[in-house]
DNA sequence: GTGGTCTAGACCACG
DNA sequence: GTGGTCTAGACCACT
């Protein structure tokens, strides 16, 4: 069983998938930085998914600064994810800026979009 | 210049801008309850807009309760938008629950998210 | 006879050719804002090339902000180029920075270095 | 720790990287004119490179006259660098008249120019 | 018709 | 062996 997973089912594109589940795999430490990931044609036949497929998923890896791509080389964990952490965080505050923006047009009260707040965090 | 409106160079699918325009307008009061809506052709004239796409967003705000079709007579905004109401106001809830669940994950203090909805609030 | 071109030849891959072309293209007004673009396949016939390399080329134009693209409807020449053009002012910038530290490198004077660009603005 | 150095994870191929690492030491003074080169098999195991890569590297140099390869003598460093010396120097210039070139054609104004040309050589 | 995704298979330079 | 490019052909939702 691989730490890597696809669901064929899921509408989200597997290429997108991949990337996504890569990048929380990199963020949550499970992935040492620096390491040197499958190669394309590994992770292919790893997942059964066409190597075209990973390929599309790894260059969008890079462009998100989470694995460094070297032709002939290999693939590799970036050593530096303060930028994608910093990243996140905003676009999660961005995120729930706007979610909140959305349930006071629905009409929630202040108090009960708090109470949301309060309940996650002391999950 | 209609009250409808679509934005062609928007990501989001025209069926579904239309849907979502709709329920907006009649949510927030713009469009009288039980009054006639344009009929298919006659909204994709007024919008520049294929009838097919017109038909698929009035069978999708009919599905949500928004209007109601009547074969042979047209279709109608619906008399009851309490269901409507309340529907928003729960999925804006879970929707805002969700994303305050991921910005925690994303390492957000429960004071900056406080403080983010405190924003919202007081805009 | 096409304003885009590719040459076959080149050791630039063709979808970096036609992206660099077209955002030429756009950046020197030859490209009007906000028109549509080419369809992919149209585009791809006219130029002799698979329409997989056309979307290639097409999703970085997309990600530059050169044009958009929408499933469904087609692909337009983006209608700010504001960002685009500071983009490029600032990396031509970092670049002629970048040459000249390699040109002081080299072992050039300060002299003939400004008669260099003097010679250049004056052409 | 040797004077020769190659990146594993940068983007810029191995041999390249090499040659250049070698040029710039010869050009600096730091490998003594005539001396003996490591052999290919050395080099590929102080470096933990394939050596068939190095091979690929000392082909190049010997091509730019860097160094001079002897069948069953070994690698030697070139004993007149002159002509590297002006080659770099033009080489360096036609770059610099290059980018200054596109600069222009980026909208950079004669004075932003000069000014980042007086600032690298007041370094 | 449109853009977007995916598969299958080929070729390239680099190692 | 590696990643990157390209072709050919299929299917999808949207218009």
Redesign the pocket.
């Known amino acids: 069983m691989s730490i890597f997973s696809v669901d064929y089912k899921n509408r989200k594109?597997?290429?997108?998938q991949l990337t996504d589940n890569v990048t929380d795999l990199v963020l949550r430490g499970l992935l040492p930085l620096g390491e040197a990931?499958?190669?394309?044609?590994?992770m292919a036949a790893e997942l059964g998914?066409?190597?075209?497929?990973i390929?599309?998923a790894?260059?969008e890896l890079?462009r998100r600064g989470v694995i460094i791509?070297?032709?002939?080389?290999?693939?590799f964990v970036t050593t530096d994810i303060s930028a994608l952490l910093t990243e996140r965080l905003e676009s999660a505050a961005a995120a729930l800026s706007e979610s909140a923006r959305a349930a006071k047009e629905a009409g929630i009260e202040r108090e009960r979009a708090i109470k949301i707040i309060e309940d996650v965090w002391g999950e």
Chains 1, 2, 3, 4 share one sequence.
Do not use: D
């Open positions: 594109p597997i290429w997108e990931m499958p190669s394309v044609r590994a998914i066409n190597p075209n497929t390929q599309k790894y260059v890079e791509s070297i032709p002939g080389r290999g693939s």
